[in-house]
T-cell receptor, first 109, second 115 residues
Framework: GIQVEQSPPDLILQEGANSTLRCNFSDSVNNLQWFHQNPWGQLINLFYIPSGTKQNGRLSATTVATERYSLLYISSSQTTDSGVYFCAVKETSGSRLTFGEGTQLTVNP | GAVVSQHPSWVICKSGTSVKIECRSLDFQATTMFWYRQFPKQSLMLMATSNEGSKATYEQGVEKDKFLINHASLTLSTLTVTSAHPEDSSFYIC???????????FGPGTRLLVL
C-alpha cells in the first residue's frame, strides 16, 4: 500500500513564528487532506488539496503531485495552533485514506 | 456544513460487557462511513469501511465478530465492541465521506476505557 511520511515529527515554536510541515507519499493520489487534531482529539479539516495551492487565513498548503509531496505553511503561529497535524492520502487505485504519523506542534506563548 | 457527531464521547465499562458507539452525519447523507482507532501518541488506524445497506469491509487483522458495524441508514453507523477487554481501551473515531470530491469529515471521537 501507499506510504505516507510526515516531517518533522515534533516542532516547538514561539508564538508569532512561521513553520512548514511536509508530507511525502509514495504513489499517485487523487485525494490529499490536511487535518489538525486538537488536544481533545477532534480532527478538523484544513485543506482538501490533491494538487495546487490553497490559502485559508494564516494557513496555506501546496501539493506537487508529480513529485509526490505536500507542504502545510503556518504563519504567525498562535498557541491555539498547537496539536497534531496529519496528512492523509487516497491513492488513485484505492478507496480509503492512509494517514501519516503526524507532526506534533507546540506553540509556546 | 458536513458535521459528524459521535455518541458517547466517553465510556467506562467492565470487562466482558458490550459497548455501542453511534456515528451520525448531521447535515448530509453519507453512503460511506469509516471507523478508526487511535492509541496515544499514534496515528489513526482504519478498522473498517461501512457502506449503507451492506456489510462492512474490515481491514486485515480486525476481528469482525468483535467489532460489529451496522450502517442502517444514510446518516447513522454504529460500532459495537462486543465482550470488551482492557486491550480494547482506545480512542475510536468515525468519519463520513461527503461530496463529489469524497472529502472525509470526522466525528469528535469516543474514548473507551475497559476495566
Amino acid at each position: 500500500g501507499i506510504q505516507v511520511e510526515q516531517s518533522p515529527p515534533d516542532l516547538i515554536l514561539q508564538e508569532g513564528a512561521n513553520s512548514t510541515l511536509r508530507c511525502n507519499f509514495s504513489d499517485s493520489v487523487n485525494n490529499l487532506q490536511w487535518f489538525h487534531q486538537n488536544p481533545w482529539g477532534q480532527l478538523i479539516n484544513l485543506f482538501y488539496i490533491p494538487s495546487g495551492t490553497k490559502q485559508n487565513g494564516r494557513l496555506s498548503a501546496t501539493t506537487v503531485a508529480t513529485e509526490r509531496y505536500s507542504l502545510l505553511y503556518i504563519s504567525s503561529s498562535q498557541t491555539t495552533d498547537s496539536g497534531v497535524y496529519f496528512c492523509a492520502v487516497k491513492e488513485t487505485s484505492g478507496s480509503r485514506l492512509t494517514f501519516g504519523e503526524g507532526t506534533q506542534l507546540t506553540v509556546n506563548p | 456544513g458536513a458535521v459528524v457527531s459521535q455518541h458517547p464521547s466517553w465510556v467506562i465499562c467492565k470487562s466482558g460487557t458490550s459497548v455501542k458507539i453511534e456515528c451520525r452525519s448531521l447535515d448530509f447523507q453519507a453512503t460511506t462511513m469509516f471507523w478508526y482507532r487511535q492509541f496515544p501518541k499514534q496515528s489513526l488506524m482504519l478498522m473498517a469501511t461501512s457502506n449503507e445497506g451492506s456489510k462492512a469491509t474490515y481491514e486485515q487483522g480486525v476481528e469482525k465478530d468483535k467489532f460489529l458495524i451496522n450502517h442502517a441508514s444514510l446518516t447513522l453507523s454504529t460500532l459495537t465492541v462486543t465482550s470488551a477487554h482492557p486491550e480494547d481501551s482506545s480512542f475510536y473515531i468515525c468519519s463520513a465521506m461527503w461530496g463529489a470530491l469524497e472529502t472525509q469529515y470526522f466525528g469528535p471521537g469516543t474514548r473507551l476505557l475497559v476495566l
